[in-house]
């Protein structure tokens, strides 16, 4: 199912979680830090998508604390079921023109694997960003290793939750 159908239920799904302008917390800092270490790019987000912006609980390499949902990228990561990979943006028509791509960012690679609750509901992303282009995308051991720190992600807001409601 298209991530779009229910916007509202994913709305109310992540605000369930209590995360949003929160602090820094260590498990979640941890992911960023393997991710971009595991898939060796300079950028690391856990992205969450709400209903005006994308606003990264954890991040490593990006001076902001959030950006417009209008020029992100996981907000297109979101609507897919899969990890969704942009070898360079500047050849990618949905991001060529776009200011994070143009500006001082400099995104030219990125790989988002989408967040999702346990009734699969997308609620951001774990993602790595280049500034360089990868021509040649992601491993498949690359792509698994991302896709389950996405999984380590789900987990530790699950446990937040559960620590917040006890």
């Known amino acids: 199912m298209d991530g779009r159908h229910d916007e509202e239920g994913r709305l109310t799904a992540l605000k369930g979680y209590g995360v949003l302008d929160t602090p820094n917390e260590v498990q979640f800092d941890a992911i960023v830090r393997d991710a971009a270490r595991t898939l060796r790019t300079p950028i690391a987000l856990i992205s969450l ?5 994308q606003w990264f609980k954890a991040r ?3 001076a ?7 020029i992100s990228f996981c907000t297109h990561a979101i609507h897919g079921n899969e990890t969704m990979i942009v070898n360079d943006a500047m050849q990618d028509d949905r991001f060529a023109t776009n200011p994070l791509v143009t500006g001082d960012v400099g995104i030219r690679f990125y790989a988002g694997a989408p967040l999702r609750t346990e009734d699969g509901k997308r609620i951001g992303t774990l993602c790595v960003i280049d500034t360089k282009a990868h021509p040649d995308g992601l491993r498949e051991r690359d792509r ?6 996405a999984r380590r992600t789900m987990q530790a807001l699950e446990l937040s939750r559960t620590k917040q409601a006890g």
């Not at 998508?49 to 912006?53: A, K, L, S």
């Not at 902001?64 to 209008?70: D, F, L, N, Q, V």
């Open 49 to 53: 998508i709400d209903e005006n912006r």
């Open 60 to 62: 490593v390499g990006l």
């Open 64 to 70: 902001p604390a959030e950006t417009p949902r209008s």
């Open 144 to 149: 698994a290793a991302l896709e389950s720190l």
